[in-house]
């Protein structure tokens, strides 16, 4: 029954958009302050046609998760990360770090695979020769223990030389 209850909420909160649902006195930190930063690099030099690994280094923000890469049920939004196509470089796979389980007070029952405060991702690039200003894609969605908001898409821009 908890698993059934946590899901219409999950979808109630996703399709409304809105952080709603909070009991009185509930406050919810997602509206404060941006849920993901990319934190670096900024640059980094590869060797042009080779595939290289890169490693992005992300926070999340206190009071606040994300949806690991490998959610532990299938209507949660997984974080993913891709590189638009005609940049100059190409995305040939990502490691992502594992989840942290996690359990909510709304709904013991479920076990959440999570990312909190900060994570990185192995990037590896394959990039065309020359400079290349990339800007991929982290897509997620935060929640804190209350309410969760819509997916995001936040751009990792990252200058790459490929030499």
Request: proline share 7%; aromatic share 6%; net charge neutral.
């Amino acid at each position: 029954m908890g698993r059934v209850v946590w899901v219409l909420f999950l979808v109630a909160m996703t399709a409304s958009g809105q952080t709603g649902g909070l009991l009185p006195g509930q406050q919810s930190v997602i509206k404060e302050k941006p849920a993901v930063v990319f934190l670096f690099p900024e640059q980094v030099t590869v060797t042009a046609g080779k595939p290289q690994t890169v490693a992005l280094h992300f926070r999340v923000a206190e009071g606040l998760h994300i949806n690991s890469h490998l959610p532990k049920d299938k209507f949660l939004i997984a974080t993913t990360l891709t590189i638009p196509d005609g940049a100059g470089v190409r995305l040939d796979g990502a490691q992502f770090p594992s989840g942290v389980e996690m359990v909510l007070p709304l709904d013991p029952g479920t076990k959440l695979s999570v990312y909190s405060g900060e994570f990185v991702v192995e990037a590896r690039l394959v990039a065309e020769k020359g400079d290349h200003l990339v800007e991929g894609k982290l897509r997620y969605q935060a929640c804190d223990n209350n309410a969760c908001q819509p997916p995001r898409v936040l751009t990792v821009a990252v200058d790459v030389l490929g030499r």
